[in-house]
């Protein structure tokens, strides 16, 4: 079974610049997330998915940060504009039931 | 949010030597798990439990699920250099799940 695959791996920008991740789940997991994890810390749930509907954003800065998971699949995360403190590695995960699957994560970097 | 206290927060041990790390909460949790993260990975799932005083093993890792539903531990025994990482516990309610800050181990030959 494939994993999660996300992409890029890294990315560096300057703030106030615009940044997109993309993530592909799990083939048949209707469940989507994004986490943002800063160096040090546990996992922080930005976003859920159930197919294409959000399930819940509540600790989504929608003023910065907008996703979306168009046909139930993939799903893309955009930054607008970044700023000093979204440096972090943000994961996605997908899951059937209980158990998640993450992906390798994007690391960020903004300068 | 719901939180989730791990500990310790980070350990040094002895190559073989056994570990034991811990998460606790206020709150009541309907599933726990333990994850490990390598560096530069997304955290990868070692165990789940679903009931209250669950015992699960995988290998060398054994966790529990307490009775309480507010808390869990994990053990690894003779631990080896490739267990360094850092532990993660997630606790799942009302269909999110929450994590601990993580357990960094290092583990020295």
């Known amino acids: 079974e494939a994993g999660v695959a996300q992409s890029p791996r890294y990315k560096i920008i300057e703030k106030r610049q615009s940044v997109a991740f993309w993530c592909n789940p799990i083939?048949?997991?209707?469940?989507l997330y994004w986490y943002q994890q800063i160096l040090g810390q546990g996992p922080k749930l930005l976003i859920q998915?159930?197919?294409?509907?959000?399930?819940?954003d509540s600790q989504l800065p929608k003023d910065r940060f907008s996703a979306e998971r168009l046909k139930g699949v993939d799903s893309t995360l955009k930054i607008q504009p970044a700023k000093l403190e979204d440096s972090a590695v943000y994961l996605c995960?997908?899951?059937?039931?209980?158990?998640?699957?993450f992906g390798s994560g994007t690391r960020l970097t903004v300068v | 949010g719901q939180q989730l206290n791990q500990s310790p927060q980070s350990m040094f041990i002895q190559e073989g030597e056994d570990v034991s790390m811990n998460c606790t909460s206020s709150s009541i949790f309907n599933t726990w798990l333990w994850y490990k993260q390598d560096p530069g990975e997304g955290p990868v799932l070692l165990i789940a439990?679903?009931?209250?005083?669950e015992l699960t093993s995988n290998g060398r890792l054994t966790a529990q699920f307490g009775i309480t539903r507010k808390d869990s531990f994990l053990n690894i025994s003779a631990s080896i250099p490739s267990d360094v990482g850092i532990y993660f516990c997630?606790?799942?309610?009302?269909?999110?799940?929450?994590f601990g800050s993580g357990t960094k181990l290092n583990v020295k030959p």
């Open positions: 995960a997908s899951s059937l039931d209980y158990g998640y699957t």
């Open positions: 998915f159930q197919n294409n509907g959000v399930v819940d």
């Open positions: 083939s048949g997991h209707a469940t």
């Open positions: 439990l679903y009931k209250a005083g």
């Open positions: 997630a606790g799942f309610n009302f269909n999110k799940f929450y």
